[in-house]
């Protein structure tokens, strides 16, 4: 090694803060207390994961202030990793925002659970993903929801299908670009425009499409979303599901 070579040694973000105090701590509170000084600089290549459930707070200030000064807080309201997932889809899809969920399924209910209740009608296209198909089911009706099925596969005019299904507590429209498993297609445009004439939600499931082929949102749709399993990891080690939307107020 050159005799020049100088390493800069780590800092103690804790021995930093406590100045004096730090010395006349049990040897216990400062292994607890003690770690590494983050580099203002360090902005790696890949990012890495990010195991951590929850994050610091420089001040109790900064705690109370708005967002906790845009700070994380805990892992399930987010990480830096899963952050740089959803920027980089919110990218391709062109929203508003993007949410990265545990699985496809968990964002299909995340959506459903917001925008739909005892009451409410949702209008759904037939054939579906069987998980999909088995929430609908099993859980919302339920809890009830109002579910009208539309065959893809068996309606000639599957736009002016949907049309028909509509009544006075229509709340949304749920449909796949691509029909999972089937592959049957359905009138995406068309279907929109009814929504639209209507002012009803939009959710599109684009995942057999995936996002860089098809990006509802510029269509028209008011949420898309994936299964990240497929398109977008496609290498048989990822379960994940992501929503986007068009507007911030979704």
């Not at 021995?15 to 983050?38: C, M, N, V």
Request: proline share 5%.
């Amino acid at each position: 090694m050159s005799k020049n070579f100088d390493w800069p040694v780590g800092s103690n973000d804790a021995k930093e803060r406590l100045g004096e105090s730090f010395s006349r701590l049990h040897l216990d509170t400062k292994i607890l207390a003690s770690h590494a000084k983050p580099l203002t600089n360090v902005d790696p290549v890949v990012v890495p994961i990010y195991h951590s459930s929850t994050y610091r707070f420089k001040t109790i200030a900064q705690f109370d202030e708005p967002n906790h000064g845009s700070n994380f807080v805990y892992r399930r309201c987010g990480n830096p990793t899963t952050e740089n997932v959803e920027v980089v889809i919110n990218e391709i899809e062109g929203g508003a925002g993007s949410l990265l969920y545990n699985s496809g399924l968990a964002a299909i209910n995340a959506v459903f659970w917001e925008f739909l209740g005892s009451g409410t009608h949702l209008i759904c296209m037939s054939p579906i993903y069987s998980g999909t198909s088995s929430f609908i089911n099993e859980t919302l009706k339920r809890f009830g929801v109002e579910v009208t099925f539309v065959d893809v596969e068996k309606e000639k005019n599957f736009a002016e299908a949907i049309e028909k299904s509509i009544k006075p507590n229509t709340k949304m429209i749920y449909f796949e670009t691509i029909a999972n498993p089937t592959m049957a297609v359905p009138d995406v445009l068309g279907t929109l425009k009814v929504a639209e004439k209507h002012k009803i939600l939009t959710c599109i499931d684009a995942t057999f499409s995936s996002p860089y082929l098809i990006q509802p949102l510029s269509l028209g749709a008011d949420i898309s979303l994936h299964s990240c399993s497929k398109y977008i990891g496609g290498h048989t080690d990822v379960i994940a599901g992501v929503v986007t939307v068009a507007n911030y107020e979704n």
